[in-house]
């Protein structure tokens, strides 16, 4: 016996047409990451650079000062620096939680249409607005709440009202972007846990039917159960984007309104900002800590999630 397992792992393993086959299929995506994902991480020396130009790429790169940690002192010593954090942290806490709960929601409620049709349109009306680019949607706000021929002032002006500047209107901007966001997301989330659903087993639904059990509690006992592992995974990609936040949603949706400072200045918008004023070191640096911060944080969900319950972690 002991012989038969030292022959087997003795045994050099031949490379065979399956894995040629595999190699080729995964180059492309190989070949993508090395130039858009691993290439552009050089450019993290330029956080620590008093990045100007002087030329070329390479050229301005060598020639710029080193300054250190300059630029990373001049972003956590900002005055804006807190309400920055807060935005984007704040936002994305609610992101998190409705990205989870509305379209698990929306999953279960068209998973359970007898009509396949209507599931079908459900699912194409809904999934609609997430291939729609910011710009595409800040027209469409643009063309509803602008002041002299915005569609809600047309409406408020027919039925006697005064007209509102709806773009110097602090208050309705957090919700109203909170809405955005699941609008156009809503879909995408969903069509992820509608296809864990329809990946369920029909038999578990069948005897639960059998043994009397409602559909409040069939979903309950078997649907969510079952989605678990999916649903955390989501969970942990969304906390790993934390320090991210939408940049069109933010930044094209109200306009950049000066008006609205307080309430849509998140880091991205604040590293676009400094990229127009041509500190590029201070707009990579800020860059660099949202990578370094959302890894953090990424591991940290994985690590809670393992000691939790060890099958659903991602690593």
């Given at each position: 016996?002991s012989?038969?397992k030292t022959?087997?792992?003795g045994?050099?393993?031949?490379?065979?047409k399956?894995d040629t086959?595999?190699?080729l299929?995964?180059?492309p995506?190989?070949?993508?990451?090395?130039?858009?994902?691993f290439?552009?991480m050089f450019?993290?020396?330029i956080?620590f650079?008093?990045?100007?130009?002087y030329?070329g790429?390479?050229?301005?790169?060598?020639?710029?000062?080193?300054?250190?940690?300059?630029?990373?002192?001049?972003?956590?010593?900002s005055?804006?620096?807190?309400?920055?954090?807060r935005?984007?942290?704040?936002?994305?806490?609610?992101?998190?939680?409705?990205?989870?709960?509305a379209p698990?929601?929306?999953?279960?409620?068209v998973g359970?249409?007898?009509?396949?049709k209507?599931?079908?349109?459900?699912?194409?009306a809904?999934?609609?607005?997430?291939?729609?680019?910011?710009?595409?949607?800040?027209?469409?706000v643009?063309?509803?709440?602008?002041?002299?021929?915005?569609?809600?002032?047309?409406?408020?002006?027919?039925?006697?009202?005064?007209?509102?500047?709806?773009?110097?209107?602090?208050?309705?901007?957090?919700?109203?972007?909170?809405?955005?966001?699941?609008w156009?997301?809503?879909g995408?989330?969903?069509?992820?846990?509608?296809?864990?659903i329809?990946?369920?087993?029909?038999t578990?639904?069948?005897?639960a039917?059998?043994?009397g059990?409602?559909?409040?509690q069939?979903?309950?006992y078997?649907?969510?159960?079952?989605?678990?592992?999916?649903?955390?995974?989501?969970?942990?990609?969304?906390?790993?984007r934390?320090?991210?936040s939408?940049?069109?949603?933010?930044?094209?949706?109200?306009?950049?309104s000066?008006?609205?400072?307080?309430y849509?200045?998140t880091?991205d918008?604040y590293?676009?900002?400094?990229?127009?004023?041509?500190?590029?070191?201070?707009?990579?640096?800020?860059a660099?800590?949202?990578s370094?911060?959302g890894?953090?944080?990424?591991?940290?969900?994985?690590?809670?999630v393992?000691?939790?319950?060890?099958?659903?972690a991602?690593?």
């Open positions: 016996m012989n038969e022959g087997r792992r045994k050099k393993r031949i490379w065979g399956d086959e595999l190699s299929l995964a180059l995506t190989t070949i993508w990451y090395l130039l858009f994902c290439l552009p450019g993290i020396i956080a650079k008093n990045y100007k130009v030329g790429f390479l050229t301005s790169f060598i020639k710029s000062e080193w300054v250190g940690f300059n630029n990373f002192k001049f972003l956590f010593s005055k804006d620096i807190w309400l920055i954090l935005n984007t942290l704040g936002y994305n806490v609610i992101f998190i939680i409705l990205g989870i709960v698990v929601a929306a999953a279960i409620a359970q249409l007898h009509s396949k209507l599931a079908k349109a459900y699912q194409t809904m999934f609609m607005p997430y291939f729609l680019s910011w710009v595409v949607v800040s027209a469409l643009w063309a509803f709440l602008s002041y002299d021929k915005g569609l809600i002032n047309g409406m408020l002006e027919s039925w006697g009202m005064d007209r509102q500047q709806w773009y110097m209107k602090p208050a309705m901007w957090p919700p109203f972007l909170v809405f955005m966001n699941l156009k997301g809503l995408y989330g969903m069509v992820v846990y509608l296809a864990t329809t990946g369920i087993d029909k578990y639904y069948e005897a039917g059998i043994d059990a409602t559909i409040w069939q979903i309950r078997i649907t969510l159960p079952l989605m678990k592992t999916v649903i955390i995974m989501m969970f942990i990609m969304a906390v790993g934390i320090f991210y939408d940049f069109g949603l933010f930044y094209q949706v109200p306009r950049d000066n008006t609205l400072y307080n849509v200045y880091l918008v590293v676009f900002k400094q990229l127009k004023t041509s500190t590029t070191g201070m707009a990579s640096a800020a660099f800590v949202q370094v911060a890894c953090i944080t990424i591991l940290t969900a994985n690590a809670i393992r000691k939790i319950d060890r099958e659903s991602m690593i």
